[in-house]
């Protein structure tokens, strides 16, 4: 069983920058999610364990950017541009279902999670 550790959230202003990275090693399919209260989880980025598909919700679409590091066994999200609507609890993700460019974009497809971390963007 993989773990997933989180690190990087914090406090941020409208429109700063912030990057979240997590520690998983082995040929998993990663996500990043986030959650409000009161609301469900949501996939907003994800890419195959090869590297090559990724994909975006259209909320964050041209302002994160997720990527991955294997000879370090990390992965990152890039937020950029942040809004306080992205303020959310932001959960890394891992499924080891489907092929080198398989991409899961619904958590039901996620396997392991780690234990989030919080992302707060001030006015």
């Known amino acids: 069983q993989v773990q997933l550790v989180e690190s990087g959230g914090g406090l941020v202003q409208a429109g700063g920058s912030l990057r979240l990275s997590c520690a998983a090693s082995?040929?998993?399919?990663m996500g990043w999610a986030r959650q409000v209260p009161g609301k469900e989880r949501d996939v907003v980025a994800a890419?195959?364990?090869?590297?090559?598909?990724?994909y975006y919700a259209d909320s964050v679409k041209g302002r994160f950017t997720i990527s991955r590091d294997n000879a370090k066994n990390t992965v990152y999200l890039q937020m950029n541009s942040l809004k306080p609507e992205d303020t959310a609890v932001y959960y890394c993700?891992?499924?080891?279902?489907?092929?080198?460019?398989?991409?899961?974009?619904?958590?039901?497809?996620?396997?392991?999670w780690g234990q989030g971390t919080q992302v707060t963007v001030s006015s």
């Open positions: 993700a891992a499924t080891n279902s489907g092929g080198y460019y398989y991409t899961a974009i619904q958590v039901a497809e996620y396997h392991y």
């Open positions: 082995g040929r998993y399919a």
């Open positions: 890419m195959s364990w090869g590297g090559g598909s990724t």
